[in-house]
């Protein structure tokens, strides 16, 4: 019960397959900023024919109502621990860590796969569908490579989750260490553009969910969609952000998601809203693929902006579409054993 006397609650959605088979969940909004994917969730739960689905789906639209109602990353609670990306599994103290560890009990203990949403708030959008590298049991991040490549978009990442990005405490990281519980995180789209590019981004998305769901055996068919090739990148990913507040002109949009641009590439510029002057230029500081541009927008020193996956790194490789996605999985299984990829 809230200060204001209201109940939080987290709502969760359930579909109930009319035959046997695993259950999928679905998470979005553990920040607040990031409500794009709820209408992802709501369209995939509510389209799915239970008499088609073999086993559960599991859709958690707002992890965190909290941050949902200010729209902040965070939640503005005062706490130590205000990202609940960051406190898996919870605990007692503060709010946050309450609500992870009442889906932890409620939600997770019961889920076999595992999908949780991050798309760029407002102002910015991302392009790309992140697995765990570094996950201790070889089944599971076999698994949750897999899990990846069905749902189909060409940019792959193969984040550091334990070790590095988003850590241990992340939902990610604990799912698929402690509980073993394949999965991964597509962060595809953004807000404040075109209804027909957001449209876009949704069709995507949810056709993402659906080809996982074809993968894991839970909806008839095989995926469906697939590109010819994925670029597949370590978590050598390079955020080019503003330093100085102002309006962000942007040079590369949506249009120019997984295009590559070489180092020095102006992709955008800042000025000032009093004097008009420029203050910056955001400079791509290697040879990439973007998988993250912005729209013109005011921004604040660190504000989302371009990220830029590294094109000449070792981590990072085209991988043609050769087989099933078992087999592109394999491939770059090979890759990465050879110091390749």
Partial sequence: ???????????????????????????????????????????????????????????????????????????????DEPDLNRVWPGGRTWITEQIAATLDKQVLSGTDYLMDFHPGPWGAALATVGYGADLPDEKVRR?????????????????????????????????????????????????????????DWLEQSVRGVQNVLRHLGMLDGEPTGLPSRYFHFGSRGHRVVPSKGGFLRANYGPDALMTEVGKGTVLGTVTSPYTFERLEELVAPVDGVLFGVARDYYVRPGDWSYFLAESQHPDSAWVDRAGSVGDVAGSIERRGRSGRA
Wanted: net charge positive; hydrophobic share 40%; with cysteine.
């Fill in 1 to 79: 019960t809230r200060l204001d006397g209201s109940e939080l609650r987290v709502p969760v959605h359930v579909v109930k397959g009319g035959r046997d088979g695993p259950t999928l969940t679905l998470i979005s909004t553990q920040h607040g900023a990031e409500w794009f994917s709820i209408e992802i969730v709501r369209r995939v739960i509510t389209e799915l024919v239970p008499g088609t689905l073999r086993g559960r789906v599991i859709g958690v639209p707002v992890a965190n109502p909290v941050a949902l109602e200010h729209f902040t990353r965070m939640t503005p609670d005062e706490s």
């Fill in 143 to 199: 698994a949750s490579l897999e899990m990846a490549l069905a749902f189909g978009h060409p940019s792959v990442r193969a984040l550091k989750v334990m070790g590095a990005f988003p850590g241990p405490r992340s939902v990610a990281g604990y799912a698929g260490s402690v509980l073993k519980i394949p999965n991964i995180g597509p962060c595809l789209g953004g807000l404040g553009f075109a209804p027909e590019v957001e449209r």
